[in-house]
């Protein structure tokens, strides 16, 4: 992960995200690793919702960056996640930027909060209420559905999973500087193993980096404003010299002067460098409102 392109960034970027993804929270039980909040996109919505709900309850909170009950009820829901000390986990679900679980869960309004039990959701309510509202939900769901996950529902200890063979492989050849041997490994990793979220992370930063580099770096004073591939390419190298903010408003300002294919095209970009990020990240939180403003 060296060189002239600053890979190691990025590197460190999905080393953080994925330590974010199994830390223990601050106010966790001793001997339980599950996290209190975790985000779900669509890749992991079976390992991280349905899989997770099979030994405790999942609450998922079905949200929008444009919606100010989602504001509200988003910060208070992450607060009885964490002093749950494990007991539960809080799954999160920007709607936006995931429509396929928006409609699996039959959204109509946002926020959304489902309680997923044994693999189903068992109870669900719209809006934001008051915390101590939502507490006793929580806590009536735990009492009538400890007798189905094992343990009670409570989260045991994990184990310290050995380094995987095919991951060491792939991460060798990054660093000797074959990215596309790196990329091809990665890829296969993800294609038997759909759920592995450090080899999905590890495609989209090397997919990103292999296109930003194609690009001539001249492309972010020349491309006219209406030039969709011009303007997502700029937004590339922007990207890669580390200007996050300047990269998404270079595709939000092409968002508003685009319509039909070349605007889902364009928030597909959009989202898809959303993804390199924590989404909790205030630049990214930002881009998505500019992203709703520019949509609707």
Known sequence: MTGAVDLQVLKERAEAQRAAATRPAPSSVPGRSAPAVIDVVESNFESDIVERSMSQLVVVDLWAAWAEPSAQLSPVLARLATAAGGQWTLARVDVDASPGIAQAFGVQSVPMVVAMVAGQPVTAFNGAQPEEQIRAWIDDIIAKTAHMLPDGGGAGAAAEPDDDPRMVAAEGLMDAGDMDGALNAYRAIVAEEPGNVEAAAAVRNLEFVMRAQAHDPSIVGSAEAGDVDGQLAAADVLLLGQRPEAAFDRIIDLI??????DRTKARARL????????PAEPFVVAARRKLATALY
């Open 256 to 261: 508003k002067v685009t319509r039909d294919d």
């Open 271 to 278: 989202l898809e460098l959303f993804e390199l990020f924590d």
